[in-house]
């Protein structure tokens, strides 16, 4: 893999530095534009972590992701990894165009979306987190972002219901997207994708619940 030779630590901040977003949910990282060698990057820092019991989860989220990354590279619908920053930060490129949820898409950029959601089934993985932050246009193409929760399928396992299920709701967050934007109601088969079957909704009902109890412990 080709990356930059990244500092062991996040380099200090400072003018150079901008801030694309605080992380203020449990485990959600801070998010820095800056200049690597330069170089500029984003990188997702989860360092608020470091000395804490959540520390060794963080650096898995950073291992997940990177390992997604890697195993993308070349294709056009992911940022080129750069490299992690020692253990609590990932370091990308910098995609320009603009965050879906900031701008109105056409019919166009719906298409290339549904596109790249394809593309990233056929390489074998789910997203399993698309709405529209996590989707960056530009007038050329569309980057799906954020793969802290994607899940790599193998080949055998794509059949299984729960799997089937993870594809299915990916589209149906795009769908989601797609109706937000346009105004369009779904109708057919579409509107059949957005209906989650009892036991996802049960299984999801359930984490929900633990997440909530886990968070109120750890804050």
């Known amino acids: 893999m080709n990356t930059l030779s990244l500092p062991v630590r996040m380099p200090a901040q400072d003018a150079t530095t901008r801030v694309l977003k605080r992380g203020e949910r449990l485990l959600e990282p801070d998010v820095y534009l800056l200049p690597m060698h330069g170089v500029p990057a984003v990188v997702k820092d989860y360092g608020r972590y470091r000395r804490t019991p959540l520390a060794p989860l963080a650096r898995m989220l950073v291992r997940r ?87 790599r399928v193998p080949r055998w396992l794509r059949r299984a219901p729960l799997l089937r299920e993870l594809r299915r709701s990916d589209l149906a967050n795009v769908l989601k997207i797609e109706q937000r934007i346009t105004g369009r109601a779904l109708a057919g088969r579409h509107a059949s994708v957005m209906a989650a079957p009892r036991w996802v909704t049960a299984v999801r009902d359930v984490w929900k619940r633990f997440y909530h109890r886990f968070k109120g412990r750890t804050a």
């Open 65 to 151: 992701e990177a390992r997604t990354l890697r195993r993308l590279r070349g294709w056009r619908h992911a940022p080129r990894l750069m490299g992690r920053v020692g253990g609590l930060a990932l370091a990308m490129e910098f995609v320009p165009g603009r965050p879906l949820s900031e701008g109105q898409g056409d019919d166009g950029t719906l298409r290339r979306l549904r596109g790249a959601l394809a593309g990233l089934h056929a390489h074998g993985y789910t997203h399993n987190d698309l709405h529209p932050a996590n989707v960056l246009v530009d007038s050329e193409r569309v980057v799906l972002l954020d793969y802290t929760a994607a899940l």
